[in-house]
Structures are given as structure tokens and as C-alpha cells.
């Protein structure tokens, strides 16, 4: 009885203590000195140093007027001779994508530079496998690795004689498969095709090839790596991986994991803040709430997103003029003559537009072709009302999109993510076999979007290319290809803007722009430290800058 008489006092006490702390507002319990601030305010202002209190910036300026607020438990951080940034906002990404393919055999181009080295390498990774074990393999890219013949179905059955083989494309809009993966998911010649452009490839006399076009073809193949064995660890691992790039927010563009998991890996408030867009197919829209207000400042379901096209390296981007045709697009397995078609008539988007927007979701719409790119706005401009404008509707990667195009952006309150690496690493393969130096050289305007004011952000999409905020801003500043040829100088963009684009614009297009993306007062402490001053460092030597730490909401997280 005493005791408890006991502990009662303590906690009454501490409860005062805590309450008088409570009322105390001025007193930071953070400051940081010593280095340079880069803001990324209106002005894109350089300071002296932060104050912050409660996870809450609370003053921003000189030196010594933000010290003198300092009391003795401030906990003061010197940050001489390096770089504060508010955390990097990856606008569109899929961290549950990079999750599943964590553990496959790697194909890639970024890791290997020759066919004979990379199929090796499967052979070898095969040999370690148990008899029946599904093997999955991730990376193939015949644009990335020169003379790399796409496999047949007899190829990879000689590969794997004992067990079910499934690789999936660096792009991940094509897949391959063997004998017996096609047997163990149950699909065969006679299996209808999906359609919209994704089927199951046949030889000649109407026999299955091995190649597997599009997501909707291949997701009995992908259910098989979503057993959930492990993936909220390898999630999680990812999300760990995002955080030490210094990524302290991330938009998660579709193939999510169910909410209540991704709830959990980043309630720890030590991983980046989680917005998800649920994929519009039958088995994510189950996880859409009732309601458009849900989650908190981690973790929030914004909206959904739908594909109006697919991607320039398998035929399915859709052009108003024909694709290129030669050696490297049949190897693609784009047809000759071929324009590549929209997925949705109009009429079907607008059904989609009504059905979502007018409920309040804010929609994210992958586009990369000019003929896409025209449809999706002529929808927007027919159904959008003036509440709808308030939605920020996205369009997702924008590969070739128009100046008159986005001049009617600003008015429709409608936005773009470049997928800005398609020049760094297929810049070169676009000019010579794909769409034409004429075309290519007008990829990704990247510059005229901020002239219209029109918040634009650049993504990674990973796993399809890495998540590094420097290597995309650098390659929207240089326009520069891997060979070092540019593609449309006239829309590189400063270092300023380009920071932006990985900072406050992001947090704009994910409503968040009073909380995130700028170092400002009242905004949440999300901060990155770098050991470089990224407005006065050497773009070429940009890959050499360290993430020396991060913090959420003043919570150093690494
Ligand atoms: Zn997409
Ligand atoms: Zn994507």
C-alpha cells in the first residue's frame, strides 16, 4: 500500500514537471550551428542556423540569435563544415516492389556489363538452388547490356532443367518465364490473354515463347513472390535503405503492402513518413478507406493510381507517330509501323475521373507518350470542377509531354513527376533506336514545368532505376546521357530548382507543403546532413557527397 502511495507522489510530481516543460515553448531542444543551411524558402536562402522544439522547427536565421534561446538542456550540434537540407520527398517510388525483388538473382545492367558474365552468374546462383525452388531473377535489359539475346523459353529450360524460372525486366514491364513456371501457375497456350497490350508470347505455330508482356500477364508469377514470409523484414530493410540516401518522406506509387503492415513498419517514426497511391486493380483497391482524411503525418492513403499508357521499351507508350525499327526494338518486342495505344479510351478515364476524383482522391495517372499525355489532360479538362482542381492530379513520368500541353497544367491544378533517368540511362538507346534524335531530344521539360509554376518533382521508380536524389537531380541539371551526349540542353534546370524538385516540391504534391520540404518555422524538423554544400559543389562530383545523417521530426534516425 505504501509503495504504491509512493509511486503515486512520483507520478504526480513528474506529471507537474512534465506539464511545466509542456508550457515552456521557447526553449529548443535542438540547435544546429556551425554549417550551412540551405533553406529551399521562396528565396531559396542560405542560414546560420535551426532551433527546434517538440519535433517543430522554431527559429531559422544568424547564429547568435537563434544560441540565444539556447538553455542549458538544449542539446547543441555542431555542423561545422558540412550541409543542412530538409529531408529528401521521393515523389514516386515502390518500396514494396523493391521489397519482393530484394532477394532475386540480380541480371541487371548496373551490375553486370556483359550477356556471357550476367547468364553466368544465373547458372552459377541456380546451382546453389534446392530441386522445385521458384527462382526469381530481376534486371534484364537489352538496352543496358549490348548484344544480349532475350531468352527463349527452350533457353531458359535448359538453364533451369529442375526448377520454375521467372525473370522480370530492369523496366518491369516484360517477364520471362520457363517450362515449368508456366506449368506451376497454371497458364498454357490455351490461357487467354489479358489484353491492353498484355499477353503471353507465341511462337510461330501457336506454342507458348517464354515472354511474358506486362504486369496484368505476369502477376500469377509475382503472387508467388509476395508470400509474406519475410517481406515486412526486406520491407522494412528498404525502407532503411531510402532513410541512409536521405529520404525522410516516401510516395509510394501502387504495389503496396496492405495497410496495416506498412502502418507498422513506419510507426517507429524513425523511417520516412509513407504516402501511398493504391494501384487501381481489383486486389489494392480493397485496402482504399472510406474516407479521404485518414492515417497521420507517417503514414496516409492519398489517392490512387491508374496507367493511361506503359513503357517506351516494350511498345506499350503510346506515340502519335510511329516507334522506331531495328535490331534493338525487336529484341523489345515492338512490332514494326507500331504507335503503341492508350489502355483506357476516354471514355473509360473519365468514368475512372468521376468515380475517384469526385470523392475526393487525388489521382496519379502514369503517362509517357505524347499521345497519352494529350488524352489524359483532354479528360481532366472536361471533368474537372473546381473542387477537383484543388486535387493536384498527377501525371507520373511524362516522357514526352508537350510546352502547350503543360501551359494548361496551372489552371486544371494538375502536376508532373518526371522519371528524369530515362535520359541518363536510355538517353542513348531513345536518339538512336527508339523514338529519334527529333523526338528524344524534347524529353522530359522539366524546365518549362517550373516556368508555369507547376511544382515539378523527378522519381527514381524504384527498383527500375536506384533511389539517388543527387544522381537524378544532377542528370535533370546536366541532360547528360552514360555516354555524355546531352538530350534537350534548353530544359536543364539550376541546382536551386533542382533541389526543389526533391524537396518542397514534393511535399506540395503530396499536400503537404505546410508541414515538409523546406527549412522553415513551424514546419516538422525532417532534416538531411551532407558533408557538401550542394550549391557550390561540382555537379561531376556529386556521387562523392555523404549522407552523414538524418533526422524525423528532430529524432535523429541514423
Ligand atoms: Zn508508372
Ligand atoms: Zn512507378
Known amino acids: 500500500m505504501r509503495k504504491i502511495m509512493f509511486s503515486n507522489k512520483v507520478y504526480i510530481v513528474s506529471t507537474i514537471l512534465f506539464l511545466i516543460s509542456c508550457a515552456d515553448t521557447s526553449t529548443p531542444d535542438l ?3 556551425g554549417g550551412k543551411v540551405l533553406t529551399v524558402d521562396q528565396n531559396n536562402s542560405i542560414q546560420e542556423a535551426v532551433a527546434v522544439k517538440d519535433g517543430v522547427i522554431i527559429k531559422v536565421g544568424k547564429r547568435e540569435e537563434v544560441l540565444s534561446t539556447a538553455k542549458s538542456r538544449t542539446k547543441i550540434i555542431d555542423i561545422t563544415n558540412r550541409t543542412l537540407i530538409p529531408g529528401f520527398i521521393a ?26 558474365a550476367m547468364w553466368s552468374n544465373l547458372k552459377t546462383q541456380i546451382k546453389n538452388k534446392e530441386k522445385g525452388e521458384w527462382i526469381f531473377a530481376m534486371g534484364i535489359d537489352p538496352v543496358l547490356i549490348p548484344n544480349l539475346v532475350m531468352p527463349s523459353k527452350k533457353k531458359l529450360d535448359a538453364i533451369a532443367p529442375d526448377n520454375p524460372l521467372f525473370i522480370v525486366s530492369q523496366t518491369m514491364h516484360s517477364f520471362w518465364a520457363n517450362s515449368s513456371a508456366f506449368e506451376k501457375v497454371g497458364i498454357n497456350k490455351d490461357t487467354p490473354d489479358p489484353g491492353l497490350g498484355s499477353y503471353y508470347g507465341k511462337t510461330d505455330k501457336g506454342e507458348l515463347n517464354g515472354f511474358i508482356s506486362e504486369a496484368t500477364a505476369a ?36 504495389f503496396n503492402l496492405p495497410p496495416f503492415l506498412a502502418k507498422y513498419a513506419s510507426s517507429n517514426n524513425l523511417e520516412p513518413r509513407i504516402r501511398q497511391f493504391i494501384y487501381l486493380t481489383k486486389q489494392e483497391l480493397e485496402y482504399l478507406p472510406d474516407a479521404v482524411e485518414n492515417g497521420d ?32 526494338t525487336d529484341k523489345m518486342g515492338i512490332p514494326k ?40 489532360l483532354k479528360g ?14 498527377r501525371f507520373e513520368h511524362c516522357l514526352l509531354i508537350s510546352h502547350s500541353a503543360l501551359s494548361k497544367f496551372k489552371l486544371l491544378g494538375l502536376t508532373p513527376s518526371f522519371h528524369i533517368n530515362h535520359i541518363y540511362y536510355y538517353g542513348d538507346a ?11 531530344q524534347l524529353v522530359l521539360p522539366v524546365k518549362t514545368a517550373f516556368e508555369y509554376g507547376l511544382h515539378p518533382t523527378l522519381h527514381a521508380d524504384s527498383p527500375m532505376f536506384p533511389t539517388d536524389a543527387f544522381s537524378l537531380m544532377k542528370t535533370a541539371i546536366s541532360r547528360q546521357t552514360r555516354t555524355g551526349k546531352t538530350l534537350g540542353i534548353g530544359q536543364a534546370i539550376t541546382v536551386q530548382q533542382a533541389l526543389r524538385t526533391m524537396t518542397i516540391n514534393g511535399a506540395w504534391q503530396l499536400h503537404m507543403e505546410d508541414k515538409l520540404g523546406s527549412i522553415e518555422v513551424g514546419k516538422l524538423a525532417d532534416f538531411t546532413l551532407l558533408n557538401q554544400n550542394l550549391y557550390e559543389y561540382p555537379i561531376d562530383q556529386w556521387d562523392k557527397i555523404k549522407i552523414e545523417q538524418v533526422w524525423l521530426a528532430g529524432n535523429a534516425a541514423w
Open 31 to 33: 540547435i544546429f550551428i
Open 380 to 393: 481532366f479538362d472536361t471533368m474537372l470542377d473546381s473542387k477537383g482542381k484543388l486535387l493536384r492530379h
Open 219 to 254: 502477376a500469377p508469377f509475382v503472387d508467388e513472390l509476395k508470400s509474406p514470409f519475410g517481406l515486412i523484414d526486406r520491407y522494412q530493410n528498404t525502407l532503411d535503405d531510402l532513410r541512409k540516401s536521405g529520404f525522410t518522406s516516401v510516395a509510394s506509387l501502387g
Open 337 to 376: 509501323n507500331h504507335k503503341g495505344e492508350s489502355r483506357l479510351s476516354l471514355k473509360e478515364f473519365e468514368d475512372q475521373i468521376e468515380t475517384y476524383s469526385e470523392k475526393g482522391w487525388q489521382l496519379a495517372v502514369h503517362s509517357q507518350g505524347d499521345q497519352s499525355n494529350r488524352e489524359v
Open 91 to 116: 515523389a514516386h517510388e515502390h518500396p514494396t516492389l523493391a521489397a519482393i525483388f530484394a532477394d532475386t538473382i540480380d541480371m541487371s545492367g548496373f551490375t553486370f556489363d556483359s550477356s556471357e
Open 430 to 440: 531513345l536518339v538512336e533506336n527508339i523514338i529519334g534524335d527529333e523526338r528524344a
Open 297 to 328: 503525418d507517417y503514414y496516409t492513403i492519398l489517392g490512387l493510381k491508374l496507367w493511361h499508357d506503359g513503357s517506351p521499351y516494350t511498345g506499350t507508350m503510346a506515340l502519335s507517330e510511329n516507334y522506331l525499327s531495328n535490331e534493338l
